[in-house]
């Protein structure tokens, strides 16, 4: 792997990171205020944490070859960035929280965008499995700092 492909990759880690630690904090967040206290928002971080790692396993599992739930999912659809598109005005509308970079006409868009498709389906496995990872292991520590 190049140094630029290198970059994009950490990138690409670095962004499916904190989508997962964004989703699980407010996840937690509302467990802990739903359930009433610090002790329940230590245990939802905790939980979550592990959920996580636990998806990060299963990821792995699914690149070594074993499909542990036994279902195959098909390959996504390749998105073609909003500036290259042909046909700009002739789209499905979508609310702004289920729109990603792909979907704005921005000069930053080409050099910052990374998505799986322009790695192997291995190396995408792999970033997945390091995002969940991470972001399991993430939530684990920020629960043992919490006070009681």
């Avoid at 994009?8 to 509302?30: A, E, M, P």
């Avoid at 390749?78 to 979508?94: D, L, N, S």
Wanted: hydrophobic share 45%.
């Amino acid at each position: 792997m190049q140094k630029n492909e290198r970059k994009k990759y950490i990138r690409l880690i670095y962004s499916q990171t904190f989508r997962h630690l964004g989703v699980t904090l407010v996840l937690s967040l509302l467990l802990g205020s739903l359930l009433g206290g610090g002790v329940f928002l230590m245990n939802a971080l905790c939980a979550l944490g592990f959920v996580m790692i636990c998806w990060g396993w299963f990821t792995y599992l699914k690149m070594t070859g074993m499909n542990p739930f036994g279902r195959v999912f098909g390959r996504k659809k390749v998105r073609v960035p909003y500036i290259h598109r042909r046909f700009k005005e002739k789209r499905q509308h979508r609310p702004s929280f289920r729109m990603d970079s792909a979907d704005f006409d921005d000069d930053l868009t080409a050099e910052t965008m990374v998505s799986e498709e322009i790695f192997t389906e291995r190396q995408a496995a792999l970033a997945r499995m390091i995002a969940r990872m991470l972001c399991g292991a993430v939530l684990v520590l920020i629960s043992f700092f919490i006070p009681i």
